[in-house]
T-cell receptor
């Protein structure tokens, strides 16, 4: 079946790196996404990775994909208080839908 | 102007009332979606539509209905609201790719 799992909370200190982990079940997912939800707002696409890639780097963000273990991670370098938000990973099974994880609430302490 | 708008942004209603949430988009996308968000459960798909004549049930469609009035408009109705439908509701759109663009959300409270 289609299922995406994330831990619910992560707390880090400002300036440290944050690593948010996600496991998914659908090996046919072509793209895997990370969305960010700031308080009181909708979801914004943060980054994505194509399924034939192992890693994608975009400024402070690094996405790692382990297809064998169906494990996705998002690393945020030099985490800032403005990075405090809920982060959702999503897989793309066939049919044009996204399946979202529960979201990881990142809290950045000064 | 926002590409995906939702009205109302907040609504408090009583059990048994009919309520409609509206979504409009200016992105020219064919695909539109309705989700609800509950703490600790992430986003769950209620209904989706791949074009004006296409309506599909999502994971949790019971108690909801939708109408795709035009390419740019997709509304969600609760025929008889109940308290466990209290949640944050999001509309989203996508083009041919899987990337989805979200509206700002509607916070619905059913008392």
């Amino acid at each position: 079946g289609e299922d995406v799992e994330q831990s619910l909370f992560l707390s880090v200190r400002e300036g440290d790196s944050s690593v948010i982990n996600c496991t998914y079940t659908d090996s046919s997912s072509t793209y895997l996404y990370w969305y960010k939800q700031e308080p009181g707002a909708g979801l914004q696409l943060l980054t994505y990775i194509f399924s034939n890639m192992d890693m994608k780097q975009d400024q402070r963000l690094t996405v790692l994909l382990n297809k064998k273990d169906k494990h996705l991670s998002l690393r945020i370098a030099d985490t800032q208080t403005g990075d405090s938000a809920i982060y959702f990973c999503a897989e793309t099974p066939s049919g044009g839908k996204l399946i979202f994880g529960q979201g990881t609430e990142l809290s950045v302490k000064p | 102007d926002a590409d995906v708008t939702q009205t109302p942004r907040n609504r408090i209603t009583k059990t048994g009332k009919r309520i409609m949430l509206e979504c409009s988009q200016t992105k020219g996308h064919d695909r539109m979606y309705w989700y609800r968000q509950d703490p600790g459960l992430g986003l769950r798909l209620i209904y989706y539509s791949f074009d004006v004549k296409d309506i599909n049930k999502g994971e949790i469609s019971d108690g909801y209905s939708v109408s795709r009035q035009a390419q740019a408009k997709f509304s969600l109705s609760l025929e008889s609201a109940i308290p466990n439908q209290t949640a944050l509701y999001f509309c989203a759109t996508s083009g041919l790719g899987n990337e989805q663009y979200f509206g700002p959300g509607t916070r619905l409270t059913v008392t």
